[in-house]
């Protein structure tokens, strides 16, 4: 009982109190109560909707911001419901205002790499009112649902952000699984049009509200999509991955959780985040200096460095009762996705065991960065894919799935189990399960690439020569994730960054093969194993599967070094996620960890490379290389050069698990 009573007094200590107005440096915390609004509807004779705004209960009282929008033929349709934190009003007007040159740019697309939200603005026309990715649904006739989280824009309540299941951790009595159930059987019983059928979806927050519906989802709850959801922030979605903070989220903190409303603008003293977040020193003296440390979801962040009960408890893809098979879910996934790469597949994976009917579970990888599945899908970066992408997964594939489910005699989708993107064939591929390739019993293994001396990769086990390659790690001088000046400008396409901007820095290391006389397929999950040394006693290890374009390909590809997989692994963990150890200097020893999914052909005159390397900063904060207690608070002299080897003698191997499929 003690226990459980000091977690309990930690967590309401995290929730601000109402009414509090002391500023940090010029943010306002989230706490002043929402200014009341008008509910009701709202038409006009020239609109083809009506619109409803209404503050919707939930079982402890609190009222929640929902917009409803409603075509005025709508007579017993389903009705399509998105949970957001960030503002309901201007995803329900998502239509940009036209801007200076008169061109609109293009609709806001949810999810926190989105960017700003659009200006709410009144059309005639649904179709005009709503954004791209809704148009499906207008075209429809469906009823389409916008509501704020508690305690953001104009619900009421206090804002935790993505805030555990009620537990241990969150002894509030609320969670946006009873909020998801509580405004799906509100909207069932009030509004008259719809058919009592509900499908959910949204990405990335949004995603995650969708997931949380599905712990304990309520009966008109009849089909899912959680694209990108923040599954779980501590392995790889926003927060850290594998032990690595994602420092650059003390934005998205201070912009969540100091204003009820509006986002807050964030400046780091610095044109180039490069410079100003290695000027600041350790991560909590970023947050310091930007006045996050008093910020309730910093400390909470700060003092769980470690994959601890905290952490485990929000784990979504891992909970008891979160695989979804009552209600058929497709779970969505970019393959180039910069902000949550976890959440997607690895709910796949938890749920798909016991989907006995392979009618239940679904995934889709498409080739998209955060959030594009609801922007335009026709490139990515140096990529121009076959056609608007997004667009056909919206129609052709999203749209039959929702109507099967939602409206009474629809035919059944062609859903196939797996729809993924081939990369390199630049088309969609159909598959009965994923991975393809696997320890037995698929299209393909899991095959050892070694990387070996004279940093060269072979498909043989090392028996001679040198018995490591190594490389000097100086936390004053980490490798930069972009090129510089580093800017949020190139964030949504980092992972398809050609990387010959870091190929040949003298503490970056290649592992490269011939060019290839025949293609080489990989569909599935590139595992790194690497026995890795250190001067120091704690280290950081990046690895990255690059496709290398001969010289020989089209203009804008020739040399390209493509990365299909970029991971980060905080060395402290490597056998065990709770219990950080230190390492013993010099002495070897395995690094394990799970590379992005790929479903890609290394072609005839490719060649490929494993690189590695030890920072990748600014978007990581920097391992002192020292080991203490909590990085978050390195002091200036922990941080210390090192000299990092990788092995690749026998007995100490280093190599990929390569997803290969004959």
């Known amino acids: 009982m003690k226990v459980f009573a000091l977690v309990a007094a930690l967590t309401l200590a995290a929730v601000p109190a109402l009414g509090q107005t002391t500023e940090i440096r010029n943010h306002i915390p989230n706490a002043a109560p929402p200014k009341a609004v008008a509910t009701g509807p709202e038409t006009k004779p020239e609109w083809d909707y009506v619109r409803r705004v209404e503050m919707v209960p939930m079982r402890d009282g609190t009222k929640l911001y929902t917009v409803i929008l409603i075509p005025k033929v709508a007579k017993n349709v389903p009705m399509i419901l998105t949970r957001t934190c960030y503002n309901a009003e201007a995803r329900a007007a998502a239509r940009r205002v036209p801007n200076a040159t008169g061109n609109a740019t293009a609709p806001a697309g949810g999810g926190r790499g989105a960017g700003p939200r659009a200006e709410p603005v009144d059309s005639p026309r649904l179709i005009n009112q709503l954004g791209l990715p809704d148009e499906v649904f207008v075209n429809a006739g469906w009823i389409r649902i916008y509501q704020d989280v508690r305690g953001k824009y104009h619900s009421e309540g206090a804002y935790l952000m993505t805030p555990p299941p009620v537990g241990p951790f969150n002894a509030t009595g609320a969670d946006d699984t009873t909020d998801g159930y509580d405004t799906i059987d509100w909207l069932v019983k009030n509004v008259p049009e719809s058919n009592g059928r509900v499908g959910m979806l949204g990405s990335s927050y949004e995603g995650y ?233 698929c299209a393909g293994t899991s095959q050892p690439l070694y990387l070996t001396a004279g940093n060269a990769l072979s498909w043989d086990a090392p028996r001679s020569g040198a018995e490591f390659t190594s490389y000097v790690s100086d936390p004053a001088k980490p490798v930069p994730y972009l090129p510089r000046p580093v800017t949020r400008d190139n964030w949504r396409t980092w992972l398809v960054t050609d990387q010959r901007f870091v190929d040949g820095r003298p503490d970056v290391i290649t592992f490269v093969t011939d060019a290839l006389d025949q293609p080489l397929r990989m569909s599935g999950t590139p595992v790194v194993n690497v026995m890795a040394s250190t001067s120091g006693t704690d280290a950081d290890f990046v690895v990255k599967i690059i496709d290398v374009f001969p010289e020989s390909a089209e203009d804008g590809w020739k040399g390209y070094e493509l990365p299909l997989g970029i991971d980060i692994f905080r060395g402290r963990y490597r056998k065990s996620f709770e219990k950080p150890e230190a390492f013993t200097p010099g002495q070897p020893e395995l690094v394990k960890f799970d590379l992005p999914q790929v479903n890609h052909t290394f072609l005839p005159g490719h060649r490929v490379m494993v690189m590695v390397q030890s920072s990748l900063f600014p978007l990581y904060d920097r391992n002192p290389q020292t080991f203490v207690p909590n990085i978050f608070n390195a002091k200036p002299e922990d941080y210390k050069a090192a000299e990092q080897r990788i092995w690749h003698a026998s007995g100490k191997a280093s190599f990929i698990e390569m997803p290969v499929v004959k």
């Open 209 to 441: 509200t969708v997931q949380m519906a599905l712990l304990h989802p309520h009966p008109a709850l009849k089909v899912a999509l959680p694209e990108s959801p923040m599954t779980d922030g501590w392995m790889g979605d926003d927060w850290f991955h594998y032990g690595a903070f994602r420092q650059t989220n003390l934005d998205y903190f201070l912009r969540q959780t100091t204003a009820r409303g509006a986002e807050t603008n964030v400046t780091h003293g610095a044109a180039d985040d490069y410079t100003a977040f290695l000027r600041r020193g350790s991560t909590g003296d970023v947050a310091r200096f930007l006045g996050a440390d008093k910020l309730p979801y910093w400390k909470t962040v700060e003092s769980h460095p470690a994959y601890d009960a905290f952490w485990q408890s929000q784990a979504l893809d891992q909970l008891p009762g979160h695989t979804p098979l009552s209600v058929p879910t497709m779970w969505l996934q970019g393959l180039w996705d910069q902000e949550d790469m976890w959440g997607a597949i690895h709910s796949f994976r938890a749920a798909e065991p016991r989907d006995q009917t392979n009618t239940m579970n679904y995934l889709v990888m498409g080739p998209w960065f955060h959030s594009q599945v609801n922007r335009e899908g026709r490139a990515l970066g140096p990529f121009v894919w076959d056609g608007d992408t997004t667009h056909y997964f919206r129609r052709e594939v999203m749209m039959p799935f929702f109507a099967q489910y939602l409206v009474d005699g629809a035919p059944r989708a062609t859903t196939p189990p797996v729809l993924i993107y081939n990369t390199s064939g630049n088309h969609w591929d159909r598959f009965d399960r994923w991975p393809l390739s696997c320890a037995k019993g």
